[in-house]
């Protein structure tokens, strides 16, 4: 690729990624009052936005091969588990982390 | 009152201050191991602003040159912003000029806190979302410039590293599921998402995720605002 293709390319990157997130904005602008049915999306999707990001970063994880996903099952729930108990994210979000880490450096 | 919100929202950026670190730094490494400069992880993290696009478009640029492909996985790879910004529409409203790089900079990490930070009565909204939005997009940038430049030099092993993004999502989803009374939502985003994966495959199951969870939202708003006024 030439430097001019390269530049072409991270732009298209930069135009898909601010397309996605302005064009909400500009569909439904401050001066009109946002339809009852998008603050009700609006209420409801970020639950189901979050579950969903959960399986996107497990989406390459293989229950029949390898090591069939336990040391993401045991650490989601080493972070669970420390975030019902302590209720600190960063404890949990360390915990989980450095759980993951062990257990693929020495374990699986 | 710039001051105090910033008091107010720097906490609330820690854990994003250490994901971002770990995975910056990993992808300016990436970046630098595939033979690109530290001005390329700078400039990418600075104005795309979008882990996991700015993992494929380095692939993209080891590539031949596909402009509208890049552009349409750009497009599909980044859809979920949709969801933030809609989710987002009132909280943003008369925002005045800080409104624009709210927008532009609500990566998943950044709208994840947005959305979901309580929020002091005497404390500025507006700033409040502005520091939370800068704070985060400066360590990633310097975590990524950072990567591309040590690159080479470092030698511990950061294997399973990456896990440090799931954890924070499973974090942020069982925080947002313990303040929730109806659990609908949370449930119908895991299903919907399990079942595309199985039927898809991990390339391709982001589309029809998204399109079945407002379907099916969708199909349950008179059920679920029901339920929301008998609890009141």
Not at chain 2, 106 to 127: H, K, L, Q, Y
Not at chain 2, 169 to 186: M, N
Request: net charge positive.
């Amino acid at each position: 690729m030439t430097l001019a293709q390269q530049i072409i390319t991270i732009g298209l990157c930069v135009l898909g990624t601010m397309t996605t997130r302005f064009l909400p904005f500009m569909i439904f602008n401050e001066h009109r009052k946002t339809p009852e049915f998008i603050q009700y999306l609006g209420k409801y999707l970020p639950s189901a936005v979050f579950g969903m990001l959960v399986i996107y970063c497990l989406k390459n994880v293989s229950v029949f091969h390898g090591s069939h996903g336990i040391p993401e099952l045991i650490s989601i729930l080493v972070t669970g588990g420390l975030h019902i108990w302590k209720r600190q994210m960063l404890i949990s979000i360390a915990g989980g982390t450095i759980c993951y880490m062990l257990l693929m450096q020495f374990v699986f | 009152m710039r001051i105090k919100a910033l008091k107010v929202a720097f906490p609330q950026t820690i854990p994003i201050f250490t994901g971002f670190w770990f995975l910056g730094m990993a992808y300016g490494i990436y970046m630098n191991a595939s033979g690109f400069s530290f001005v390329y992880p700078l400039c990418m993290s600075l104005l795309i602003y979008g882990g996991s696009l700015e993992f494929v478009a380095v692939e993209m640029l080891l590539s031949p040159f596909a402009p509208l492909q890049t552009f349409i996985m750009a497009l599909l790879i980044q859809a979920r912003h949709l969801f933030y910004g809609l989710s987002m529409l009132d909280k943003f409203k008369g925002l005045g000029w800080k409104k624009y790089y709210l927008i532009f900079g609500m990566c998943d990490e950044t709208f994840s806190i947005n959305c979901s930070a309580d929020i002091p009565e005497d404390v500025d909204r507006g700033w409040f979302y502005f520091w939370v939005t800068l704070l985060n997009q400066f360590y990633w940038s310097a975590a990524a410039t950072t990567g591309g430049i040590v690159g080479s030099l470092l030698k511990i092993d950061t294997s399973g590293i990456s896990f440090v993004m799931t954890a924070m999502f499973v974090v942020i989803f069982l925080e947002q599921w313990l303040k929730e009374k109806e659990h609908s939502a949370s449930l119908i985003g895991l299903t919907v998402s399990v079942l595309c994966l199985i039927v898809f495959g991990p390339d391709s199951f982001m589309v029809p995720t998204m399109a079945l969870i407002v379907g099916l939202l969708t199909l349950l708003r008179k059920p679920l605002e029901k339920k929301e006024v008998l609890q009141k």
